[in-house]
Every structure is written in C-alpha cells, then in structure tokens.
C-alpha cells in the first residue's frame, strides 16, 4: 500500500498516532487524580472508563518504534549514539525542574541533614520515576539485536512470534494456566515491551486482503470493543486494571501483555493507517482530508513533535493540581476530567513550543 506523508520525511498518520498517544497518556494521569474514589460511586467507574480509554498510549509509543527503526541498514554504535541524546538530555532537563519544584513545595531543605538523605531524596524523585524512559532505554539496547531477527525472517517470523504471544495473553486474561509452572510458557515473561515494537512493524509493513474503508472500520470495532468490556471487566472485578502488563507486586515475578490493550492499540494503528491510504474514498476520503490539512494538520504535526517534551512535563503539571488540595474526590469526575485533562495537555504542549524557540535550550525540550 502506499499512504499520504506531510512535507519532508515525515509519515503523517504515524503523526497522528503519536498525537493520539501522548493525548491518551495525559489523559490516564488526569484521571488517576480520581484514584481512591469508592466503588459505589460514580466516580469509580468514570475514573476506570477514562483510564482504559487512554490505555493505547505506551503501546502505541512502543509501536512507532517499531514501524521506524526495525528492518534497518544501522550500527549499533551510530544507533545508540543517535538515539540516547535524544532521550536523556530532554529527561535530564525536565526533571532536573521537577526536581527543584519538589524539594520546594514540599520544603524538603529542612530535612536535608545528611549527605545520604539528600541523594537518597533525589534517587526516589528523579532516577526511580518515568518509568517509560527506562524502559525505552532498555529497548533501544536491544533493538539492534531483533533489528536483524526483523530482517532475516521478515513478517513471517514476526506472525510466528505474535501467534504465540496472543495466545498465552489470552491465556493470562482467562486465568487458564493450570499450574504457577506454566507461566514460563509465556512469552510475556521474557518480552515484555518488545511485544508492541514487532506489532507496530507488523502492522506498518503487513498488506491486508481487504479495502482500506474496511480496515478503518475493522479497527475502530476493535478499539470500541476493546476499552468497553475491559471497562465491564475491571468493574465487575474480573480483570485487573493494567498498562499493558501485569506485575505481581507479592512475587515479583512476571510481566504480562493485557489482551484488551494489545487489540486497541492494533485497532487504533489500522485505523490511521488506513485513513491514510491513497485508495480511500467517500465519506473515509473526506475524515481523511479534514484530519490532514489546514490547520488540524498543523496541529497534530506540532503535538507528535512536542510528544515526548510533554511526557516529560505533564507531570509537574498534575503534581501542581495535587498540592493545590482541591480535594477532587468530592467532586464528579465526569465533569472534571475533561476540561483538566484539556487544559494539562494545551499548558504542557505551549511550554514545550516555548522552549523550543529559546536557544541552547531547543535541544533540551524534547520537541524532535
């Protein structure tokens, strides 16, 4: 297939799914500001709903790595030394002011007694959060090795490996391991993350037999049906409400893919895929058109561009909403969601455009 690109290299609908993904990262992190919400109250359930919706965040990240960096002529030297900088100095940047706004607002001098106590305050604030950062990280070490697993098996290999995956998921999800043994048949256990860097390749590079309408549709079905009965699920308390693994915090033991966020991050990617496709037509062709020029376009180019710079950024953002003790528990989640989660997104993207345009400081705002 081929599909429509914005100017330069850019591929645009990998654009909008990174737009997308970082929206749906802000938007997990606004509505866990409801986290402790009682399970007879509405709030509960809203909290659950808003926070499954954004669940294709990671994933979908992890996906685009995938689609742009596996099956590639590449180094491993050239390819860490490119790749490192640009996600360490952005990190280092943000969260050295996140730094100093926490010792602030928590008054954290007067407790500084000690040498010890000070790095120690700095190990569990600054090195042990984000932890995307180092999970990505751990990725990029090992993506020149499934780089050449890509390319000396080609899909094939990859189908071979997300069959088995899929189906040890499901597995997890419908508890069918008979015996704790059982889980070292779990691809889950070894690969975590990487799951997703095959499926976004797959998915960018796979021909389907059926026409781009179709797919878009296919996909959404699977989105919608994805996050509704996960949404049942977690609130009849028959699934646990996860990223896209399950860490066991009693045995410490094992990583899991989530079935459900495996299907909606796949449905999300075929559906902006196949938008995209210069085959469609009709109705498709103009959703296709109105996401992809004027001033959406310009948009949604600049959000994937400052993505990573938000990650990084949000968070001061929420951590300033909860030091301001508006006690939101009390109030409706259904209300309040949108317009903070709204209004973190737009704060955290200006800051980002801001730093941008400051020199020396461009290269520290993790706009890419």
């Known amino acids: 297939m081929s599909f429509n690109q914005s100017k330069g290299h850019r591929i645009f609908y990998l654009d909008q799914l990174r737009a997308l993904a970082i929206a749906g990262i802000v938007l997990c992190h606004v509505a866990n500001l409801w986290i402790g919400s009682s399970h007879s109250n509405l709030n509960w359930i809203v909290h659950d709903f808003f926070n499954i919706l954004g669940r294709f965040g990671v994933p979908v990240f992890l996906m685009l790595s995938g689609a742009l960096l596996l099956n590639r002529n590449y180094a491993i030297y050239e390819f860490i030394k490119r790749r490192f900088p640009r996600i360490l100095k952005p990190f280092i940047f943000w969260m050295s002011i996140a730094l100093v706004f926490g010792i602030i607002a928590q008054d954290k001098f007067s407790i500084f007694s000690s040498m010890f106590i000070a790095i120690s305050y700095i190990v569990k604030t600054f090195l042990a959060n984000r932890w995307y950062v180092w999970m990505i990280i751990g990725v990029y070490l090992v993506m020149p090795i499934i780089n050449d697993f890509v390319k000396n098996r080609g899909l094939k290999g990859i189908e071979y490996f997300l069959s088995l995956l899929v189906?040890?998921?499901?597995?997890?999800?419908?508890?069918?391991?008979?015996?704790?043994?059982?889980?070292?048949?779990?691809?889950?256990?070894?690969?975590?993350?990487?799951?997703?860097?095959?499926?976004?390749?797959?998915?960018?590079?796979?021909?389907?037999?059926?026409?781009?309408?179709?797919?878009?549709?296919?996909?959404?079905?699977?989105?919608?049906?994805?996050v509704l009965v996960k949404t049942i699920l977690v609130y009849l308390g028959h699934f646990n409400l996860s990223m896209f693994f399950y860490y066991s915090y009693l045995s410490k033991s094992y990583i899991e893919i989530d079935i459900f966020a495996f299907i909606q991050a796949s449905g999300i990617f075929l559906v902006f895929k196949y938008l995209n496709d210069v085959n469609v037509k009709g109705t498709t062709l103009k959703i296709s058109s109105f996401l992809k020029d004027g001033i959406i376009g310009r948009l949604t180019t600049s959000l994937s561009r400052c993505s990573y710079g938000i990650y990084l950024n949000h968070y001061l953002l929420i951590a300033i909403i909860s030091l301001l003790s508006l006690n939101l528990l009390k109030h409706s989640a259904l209300k309040w969601i949108p317009p903070i989660f709204i209004s973190v997104l737009l704060v955290s993207w200006v800051l980002i455009l801001v730093v941008d345009k400051i020199p020396y400081l461009n290269n520290l705002s993790g706009a890419h």
Not at 170 to 190: A, P, R, V
Not at 201 to 221: D, Q, R, S, T
């Open 167 to 226: 189906i040890t998921s499901i597995l997890y999800s419908l508890s069918l391991y008979f015996h704790y043994s059982l889980y070292y048949l779990d691809l889950g256990i070894f690969v975590g993350p990487l799951a997703y860097v095959f499926l976004g390749y797959y998915i960018h590079n796979k021909e389907f037999n059926l026409a781009p309408v179709n797919l878009v549709i296919l996909g959404l079905a699977m989105f919608v049906f994805a």
